[in-house]
Nanobody
Framework: QVQLVESGGGLVQAGGSLRLSCVAS????????MGWYRQAPGKQREFVAR???????TYADAVKGRFTISRDDAKNTAYLEMSNLKPEDTAVYYC???????????????WGQGTQVTVSS
């Protein structure tokens, strides 16, 4: 059993900052990529940022220069530092991770329950 638990969401004014955390726990042998997605009301879930195991990061164009993804592999944790937040960043933010519980690797996708980020204008 693997669980992803997000935290750090909340209400912030436009221009403000938040830091999201995602902790993976359970039967974990290896974590490949960890990333963040978001879903605004009435919209599809969309990609935000991703960190591969070999220190490669990618970002959605909408958040480049404002959001930074990082991870602490010793703690099975990913972070999303969000700055200069805009009302259009309002969404439920979900953590995603590719996790294998055994070797040879058998990576599977896992999702957290989401954390709400609300940016007021």
């Amino acid at each position: 059993q693997v669980q992803l638990v997000e935290s750090g969401g909340g209400l912030v004014q436009a221009g403000g900052s938040l830091r999201l955390s995602c902790v993976a726990s359970g039967s974990i042998y290896s974590i490949n990529a960890m990333g963040w997605y978001r879903q605004a009301p009435g919209k599809q879930r969309e990609f935000v940022a991703r960190s591969a195991r070999v220190a490669s990061t990618t970002y959605a164009d909408a958040v480049k220069g404002r959001f930074t993804i990082s991870r602490d592999d010793a703690k099975n944790t990913a972070y999303l530092e969000m700055s200069n937040l805009k009302p259009e960043d309002t969404a439920v933010y979900y953590c995603n991770a590719q996790i294998s519980w055994r070797f040879p690797y058998n990576y599977q996708d896992y999702w957290g329950q989401g954390t709400q980020v609300t940016v007021s204008s």
